[in-house]
């Protein structure tokens, strides 16, 4: 049902897999600005699969342009970008990458974790500063190993962020959509009763419309002065406003954030702050993990175009 259609990458994507997708592939480009339009004119009948990534993704105006479009196949596992509730009644499949980046996720959220309560990125500073000889002493930090654990979001990353600090004698309770079954962990029905029990939050959520603002100002606020909010999913999953307000105020102890609403855009007021550590979205970003994404992205791809199915669908495609 999909041979001979053509492939769109829609958005930025790894270097090597930009060069893949058009030398083995004739993947065009979508045009960005003027060209945009005209593009699709001239070829958006002919385009059977898109690859794209949590950056860019399809929105429903894109899919009304693409009417052969049959899949939707995403560089990455969070997929917030694409309207898949559109593509679920256009019968557009539409794919991720999952469990290969969990374990670099994962470990990313135990060293922002690590690095928020001890402050090592804050004390670098200070020792490049030329701080130490001068001023003696590093201030003390806060504990780690011990501390009382929440996490938003107990799925494959969140998972695997509690088998982790687990090895540290944390405490680890969750919030989730539902209670999930078998879990050592307790079940707290709300994240603001979540985040009033516990020293860290963790948010390991999912993006999109159901989780937008899940950790609002009152989850914020419950979590309190001595407490830590940690963000490894998506910036729009936390009142970032009520998140910036409160670290300034002093309010919460401490934040580390791998993500934000605005990427690449980082809140000016954080930057002056010593109690958050800031990281430019690389939560999966390891030579490794990037190669087991790129390889899952194109055997999603291979399969759709050669039987017209998906290898990791979050929705599977219909005949179209
Ligand atoms: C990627 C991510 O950097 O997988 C995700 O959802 O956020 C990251 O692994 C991103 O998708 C690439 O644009």
Not at 41 to 61: F, L, P, Y
Not at 63 to 79: Q, S
Not at 119 to 137: L, Q
Not at 180 to 207: E, H, K, T
């Amino acid at each position: 049902t999909v041979s001979g259609g053509q492939v769109l990458q829609v958005g930025p994507l790894k270097p090597s897999l930009t060069a893949t997708l058009s030398e083995k592939y004739d993947a065009r480009t979508l045009p960005l600005g003027e060209d945009r339009s005209s593009f699709l004119a001239e070829h958006g009948e002919t385009v059977t699969a898109v690859v794209t990534s949590g950056r860019t993704g399809v929105d429903a105006a894109l899919m009304t342009e693409l009417p052969n479009l049959g899949a939707i196949v995403h560089f990455g596992v969070g997929y917030d970008t694409t309207d898949v509730e559109r593509a679920e009644e256009l019968g557009i499949g539409v794919s991720n990458t999952p469990d290969v980046l969990t374990d670099c996720v994962a470990d990313t959220a135990v060293g922002l974790l690590i690095d928020t309560l001890r402050g090592f990125s804050a004390s670098d500073r200070f020792v490049r500063a030329g701080r130490w000889p001068a001023e003696g002493n590093y201030p003390l930090t806060r504990k780690v190993s011990g501390t009382r654990v929440g996490i938003v979001g107990l799925g494959r990353i969140g998972s695997a962020i509690a088998a982790r600090l687990t090895g540290f004698g944390c405490t680890i309770s969750y919030h989730n959509r539902r209670e999930v079954p078998g879990s050592p962990f307790a079940y707290v029905d709300s994240a603001a009763a979540l985040a009033a029990g516990v020293d860290v939050l963790i948010v390991a959520a999912a993006g999109g419309k159901g989780t937008q603002k899940l950790v609002d100002r009152e989850v914020l606020e419950a979590l309190g002065p001595g407490g830590y909010l940690i963000n490894v999913a998506r910036g729009s999953v936390v009142d970032e406003d009520a998140l910036v307000e409160l670290l300034t105020e002093r309010k919460l102890a401490g934040a580390g954030l791998d993500v934000f609403t605005r990427e690449p855009h980082v809140p000016e007021a954080l930057l002056a702050l010593d109690t958050v550590v800031l990281l430019p979205h690389v939560g999966s970003g390891t030579t490794e993990t990037r190669a087991a994404m790129e390889a899952l992205t194109l055997q999603n791809l291979d399969e759709y175009l050669a039987q017209g199915t998906l290898t990791t669908p979050v929705l599977d495609p219909r005949s179209r």
